[in-house]
């Protein structure tokens, strides 16, 4: 068992699983999942948004918790990039999820 890895799902991953699941399934449970997390809208801290701006675009972080779970969304949101040869091109964000009653990471 490996503790130290962070699970993260790439964008091949992503694919990876659609592809084994079938788009219609990956659509119904994901809007199934989406459908509970607005019934327990009210446990959600509505924390604004954190924006950087400057004159090519703004890097926002996005922070919220349950009391359980802690996340945020950090997104690049800059539309230089898309002139640029950097990949992947924007928006580019991730969402990291932390239980505080723990060290790691976790997985919903």
């Not at 084994?20 to 959600?44: K, T």
């Not at 002139?83 to 919903?108: D, I, L, N």
Request: charged share 20%.
């Amino acid at each position: 068992m490996t503790l130290n890895l962070v699970p993260f799902v790439s964008v091949d991953k992503m694919m990876q699983l659609v592809l084994q699941l079938g788009i219609e399934r990956v659509l119904i449970d994901l809007a199934a999942e989406i459908e509970a997390d607005f019934r327990r809208w009210p446990l959600f801290d509505k924390t604004p948004r954190i924006a950087s701006h400057s004159d090519v675009g703004v890097i926002e972080l996005m922070p919220t918790s349950d009391g359980v779970t802690y996340g945020f969304k950090y997104v690049n949101g800059h539309p230089a990039n898309m002139r640029q040869v950097c990949r992947p091109s924007p928006p580019s964000a991730f969402w990291p999820m932390w239980r505080p009653a723990t060290p790691f990471s976790c997985r919903r």
